[in-house]
């Protein structure tokens, strides 16, 4: 089962959402913009390529980051909903933080990607649930600055099972509707380059919940710890992680080159008899 761009399930293509880091400091670099002008330019390269959603953040969750305060963080991002706001692109904001994501929202964002999984911030919860907007339910052990300190698990799909029944619960109780909750296993987020090689291998075990999921592997450290290469040589990486992904039944894969990855997305699509218009 897949995605529509209403967010119900249905058979379909596979989604691909584009990011776009409104950040000095993200790990991959041509993923970077550092103004208004050049994210909306962006954007629409990013589309023109097949991008079906924007990921639109302002810091950087690399492995050891700092967290950066929500002011900082409107402060990157708000000009850049602004400069979209009528496009007709579907916006997603990457934030933890509740007021960042109220103020993309009031300016056309419908998806709230939040690497936290609604417990960075108390009020994002009822943030989500009053806006009606999608929101992804990210798994991460720690924080960006710990997490790949020494994560370790019982067994990885298991435990990260547990925590989306419990999330997925409490965003429920929050007010969230659940046909508009997506799951992320948050593939090295607090985890070892062999977690994060068992979440592609099992990733379909994350369908018993019956909503979509999304996973992000584009140009990782897993990726790199595997090739000897450095973030800007993995794109032949990330397209076998990609196509892995859709053949176990991601539904929607993030990723930094839109272009190459939709076409990697396509092939695998008629590989597997999904549908694909566009």
Known sequence: MNVNPTGELSVGKTLIMGVLNVTPDSFYGPSRVDSAEAACERARAMVRDGADILDIGGESTRPGSEPLSAEEEIRRVVPIFE???????RL?????HAETARRALALGATMVNDITGLRGDPAMAGVVAESGAECVIMHMQGTPGTMQAAPEYGDVIDDICSFF????EFACKAGIIESRLWLDPGFGFGKSVGHNLVILRRL?????????VLIGTSNKSTIGAVLDVPPEDRLEGTAATVAMAIA?????VRVHDVRAMARVA???DAILGRSHHG
């Open 266 to 268: 396509r092939m695998c």
């Open 92 to 96: 997603s904001i990457d934030t933890y």
């Open 204 to 212: 379909g075990e994350f369908k018993r919940f019956g909503r979509p």
């Open 83 to 89: 400069a979209l706001a009528g496009s007709g692109f």
């Open 248 to 252: 176990q039944g991601a539904d929607a």
């Open 165 to 168: 029944e419990e999330r997925l």
